[in-house]
């Protein structure tokens, strides 16, 4: 089972990004989903997560700018930023809860794309 983020880069403030991560492999179910994120110097935060039925979480800093959402049939969760600030530069990891076939429940994470958000 792997977690596979893409669609950072570069935007300028104010502007847009949409974050993908779709999970893949032998997979029984999937939990919570959710993206953190780590800008530099700085401790792993939350950023949203969604479970499986669809409830929403989101930090403060980014509620009303931020949308997470998924794809159960795709096993695929979404990040819509917008309005970004400066202060959103961070690597940005997904994470979800899975159950693989035939293993026991356990925490993945993706490997982190980079959003800078600077003009």
């Known amino acids: 089972v792997q977690l596979q983020a893409s669609g950072g880069g570069l935007v300028q403030p104010g502007g847009s990004l949409r974050l993908s991560c779709a999970a893949s492999?032998?997979?029984?179910?999937?939990?919570?989903m959710a993206w953190y994120r780590q800008a530099p110097g700085k401790q792993r935060e939350l950023v949203a997560d969604?479970?499986?039925?669809?409830?929403?979480n989101y930090a403060d800093s980014v509620k009303g700018r931020f949308t997470i959402s998924r794809d159960n049939a795709k096993n695929t969760v979404y990040l819509q930023m917008n309005s970004l600030k400066p202060e959103d530069t961070a690597v940005y990891y997904c994470?979800?809860?899975?159950?693989?076939?035939?293993?026991?429940?356990?925490?993945?994470w993706g490997q982190g794309t980079l959003v800078t958000v600077s003009s």
């Open positions: 969604v479970t499986r039925g669809g409830s929403l």
């Open positions: 492999g032998s997979i029984f179910s999937i939990n919570t």
């Open positions: 994470n979800a809860d899975i159950v693989p076939r035939g293993l026991d429940r356990r925490e993945y």
